[in-house]
């Protein structure tokens, strides 16, 4: 139904409603009223309907006030946080592999003297450090940007960033805003890469070939 506020007690809370049809005035209460933008006026065009109360009173309910926009509840933007690695039973298995692959290095230099006859014992350390130093990957595959609060997927450069212990990530777009504003640490991350990707470049060759002297050592 429609009607205009002919009545209003902003200090009581309730006033009256005259409906369009030229029915009888409505009784309404401010609890009553659905536009939580501002106060009811005397003159507001309405939308309501009408119900009986406890006592067979007929009142008006549901209220909007027309050409007030309607207010809706503030909701708490969604924070998805992203848990700090954890050690798996693999971890745990490489731990105790490196520590007996060392405690049988040096039980072999005490023993022996001799460094050829300890570096088979180093191959299972080696493996191990190599794998416990792994690339892992957060549970959570997405985050929430801690610059502007958006929620983007993980990729490798926030999988990276987690690895080394990060908990505070940011999205495409911030990452790179703040590259722009610190150029220096772009060019420390270049380096930074192209130091990690020649690190293992060098590991992969020589693993191998220190792998081979060994066995060769062994057998002959």
């Known amino acids: 139904m429609k009607g205009k506020i002919s009545q209003w007690r902003g200090d009581k809370g309730f006033g009256f409603i005259l409906p369009d049809d030229g029915t009888d005035k409505l009784f309404f209460h401010i ?3 659905k536009t939580r933008a501002r106060r009811p006026k005397i003159g507001d065009s309405v939308l309501f309907e009408s119900e009986r109360d ?3 009173r007929l009142r008006a309910k549901g209220i909007v006030i027309e050409g007030v926009a309607q207010s809706t509840p503030h909701r708490k933007s969604k924070v998805v946080q992203t848990s700090p690695p954890k050690k ?14 060392l405690i049988g ?3 072999i ?7 050829e006859n300890a570096v088979p014992y180093g191959i299972p350390a080696i493996v191990a450090v190599i794998l416990l130093n792994r690339q892992k990957k957060p549970k959570e595959k997405k985050f929430s940007c801690a610059r502007c609060r958006k929620i983007a997927e993980h990729d490798a450069r926030t999988i990276k960033a987690w690895n080394n212990g990060s908990l505070k990530f940011y999205c495409r777009t911030c990452h790179q805003q703040w590259l722009n504003e610190h150029p220096a640490q772009l060019h420390e ?4 890469r192209r130091g990690g990707c020649l690190g293992v470049l060098v590991l992969v060759a020589i693993v191998p070939i220190v792998a081979g ?5 062994w057998f002959a």
Do not use: K
Request: hydrophobic share 45%; no cysteine; proline share 0%.
């Open 31 to 33: 609890s009553s009223v």
């Open 54 to 56: 406890s006592r067979n």
């Open 189 to 192: 991350t270049t380096l930074n």
């Open 105 to 107: 290095v040096g039980f």
């Open 88 to 101: 798996n039973a693999l971890d745990y298995v490489l731990i105790v592999l490196l520590l007996g692959s």
């Open 213 to 217: 002297v060994s066995l060769y050592q």
């Open 109 to 115: 230099l005490f023993q022996s003297g001799s460094i």
